[in-house]
């Protein structure tokens, strides 16, 4: 198996010679976020996080997600929060990138490393820490959770890329590949944090145009993405995030392999009423 390799942002600033243009796009049906958007300017402070910053790079808002965040989480050593979490309906994902840290997870410990990867189910008791001397950089995807009358909620668990078996995509000759955490038939889960990787040459071969939200994070190499009617092209470090029903393809034009970080929401009836009234009254 080829050695995984993670992009992960460490901000600063571009020099005042930088031209102003650059590949930043926010469309109706995507938006791109390049990785030299992600500077020290534009992190973020969170309650309850000691030594630490982020960058936002997806929110809920209306017209794309409603229900879901996306974090690349900065920590530095002897940061972390014993209270990470306000929201109980709140469930996660946590992928390390760079770096090293202590999860603490309904008492149990676990140092997570590069390729770590963890899900958070809603009420989760957990914490973190860095007792490292370098800063540690993961991802914290957070969605709120669709409980249903009879499905249990899933359970925590924690894991690494490394220990998981891509499953090659059908008729591609191994050109493209998903790593998944859990299985897509377990009705207890209502997301997918997913790695996906492409051979140089491998392609999606058709628009895919589904009802599924995506946010996807360029962890290694380089492809052009064929997003509603434009081209674009992005590399690692880069962010997309497409609403439901954004035609998306794509072809791997780089010469080592092109893998990202794959949100998608499932196994969920669509919200007919999305007041917040009714929302509460899921559970």
């Known amino acids: 198996m080829a050695k995984n390799t993670y992009y992960a942002p460490t901000g600063g600033l571009p020099p005042q010679t930088q031209i102003l243009s650059d590949r930043a796009v926010f469309t109706e049906a995507y938006a791109i976020i390049p990785k030299g958007v992600m500077s020290d300017i534009v992190t973020s402070f969170l309650p ?5 910053r982020l960058w936002v790079i997806a929110r809920p808002m209306s017209g794309f997600s409603e229900t879901f965040s996306h974090y690349i989480m900065e920590v530095s050593p ?4 014993d209270k990470p979490e306000l929201d109980a309906g709140a469930e996660g994902v946590l992928f390390v990138v760079e770096g ?3 999860l603490t997870l309904e008492g149990e410990q676990y140092q997570m490393e590069t390729g770590g990867y963890a899900y ?3 009420s989760a008791k957990w914490s973190l820490k860095n007792n490292g001397d370098a800063p540690v950089r993961f991802h914290w995807i957070r969605k709120a959770y669709e ?3 009879g499905i249990e909620v899933p359970d925590a668990f924690v894991t690494n890329e490394n220990d998981i078996e891509p499953t090659p995509m059908p008729d591609t000759n191994d050109a493209w590949a998903t790593t998944r955490f859990v299985d897509s038939a377990d009705m207890r889960h209502d997301m997918q944090v997913n790695i996906v990787t492409f051979q140089p040459g491998g392609i999606i071969p058709f628009d895919e145009t589904h009802v599924m939200e995506h946010g996807l994070y360029v962890l290694e190499g380089k492809a ?3 997003l509603n009617q434009d081209w674009v092209e992005v590399e690692a470090g880069d962010y997309m ?12 034009g780089g010469p ?8 998608k929401d499932i196994n969920r009836h669509m919200v007919l009423n999305p007041s917040p009234a009714y929302r509460g009254n899921r559970r």
């Open 48 to 52: 309850f996080w000691d030594n630490t």
């Open 100 to 102: 090293e840290m202590t």
């Open 78 to 81: 002897q940061g972390g929060s």
């Open 120 to 122: 958070l189910p809603p």
């Open 224 to 226: 052009v993405y064929h």
């Open 241 to 252: 995030w497409l609403r439901a029903f954004c035609p998306q393809a794509c072809y791997a």
């Open 147 to 149: 409980f249903v009358e």
């Open 256 to 263: 080592g392999r092109f893998r990202y970080l794959l949100f």
